[in-house]
């Protein structure tokens, strides 16, 4: 079975720098090899929604056409992955103001600033040159993906979208009944954010004709009751 445009696909892969050092990879065994295991993170296959930018732009291309169950390599340019090098991203900032936040600012430490990512490149005088773009932008790169499966369950492929879309912590639950989806989050979601993601959802899955969303609420723990309760007066 060939996949094609809209399809959602589980899919395997692993990311090599053209040094062939891997950066990104879906398998647990590949990311200890390469001596970039993180334990925080589940390695697992992803489900996504061909064609609607949940891939790198040469991977969402590419994986048209191809079949199930086959390993292949696909090599990109920057401009199919993480874009070219931009300079408005490289930005200098006074070096003091890292060490007002007890920050020691040296060349390869990554910084979170005004909520951006970024990697120290130069520390000079009194200012700090922060490189803010993708840490693979400009370079090429190379893929090995392996799509396991065509996902048809609607229940499957929605909670995949909005965990993807919103974040897999955000999400309590996912429910799909005649046609209608109930999201259950465990913040609230910004109302002028909704109607985005509903637009977004029923265009990877257009069988779905309404998405609600209701915040989880706390289940309040219950209370005994004893002679020196305070909170019975």
């Known amino acids: 079975m060939q996949i094609k445009e809209n399809d959602f696909i589980e899919i395997d892969y692993t ?4 040094d062939n050092i891997i950066f990104d990879t879906t398998s647990e065994e590949a990311a200890k090899a390469a001596g970039i295991f993180n334990p925080k993170t589940t390695y697992k296959p992803m489900i996504v929604c061909v064609g609607h930018g949940q891939l790198l732009k040469g991977i969402d291309k590419e994986i048209v056409g191809k ?6 390599t696909i090599e990109l340019k920057p401009e199919e992955g993480f874009g070219k090098k931009k300079g408005d991203l490289l930005q200098l900032i006074a070096t003091p103001k890292f060490r007002k936040h007890g920050i020691n600012p040296v060349p390869g430490l990554q910084v979170n600033i005004d909520n951006m990512i970024g990697i120290i490149r130069t520390v000079t005088g009194g200012r700090t040159l922060v490189d803010f773009n ?12 392996n799509v396991k499966r065509i996902v ?30 109930e999201v259950t989050t465990l913040m609230k979601m910004p109302e002028e954010l909704q109607p985005k993601i509903t637009e977004q959802l029923q265009k990877c899955i257009p069988e779905i004709t309404e ?9 309040k723990e219950d209370h005994k009751h004893d ?7």
Request: some cysteine.
């Open 15 to 18: 990311g090599k720098l053209d």
């Open 67 to 72: 079949e199930l169950n086959t390993e292949y």
């Open 134 to 145: 993708h840490p693979c932008a400009g370079k090429d790169l190379i893929y090995t993906v």
């Open 152 to 181: 048809t369950d609607t229940k499957e492929k929605a909670n995949a979208f909005l965990k993807m879309s919103l974040g897999e912590q955000i999400i309590k639950n996912v429910e799909v009944k005649d046609k209608k989806v």
């Open 211 to 219: 998405v609600h969303y209701l915040e989880a609420k706390e289940k």
């Open 227 to 233: 002679e020196n309760c305070t909170d019975c007066d």
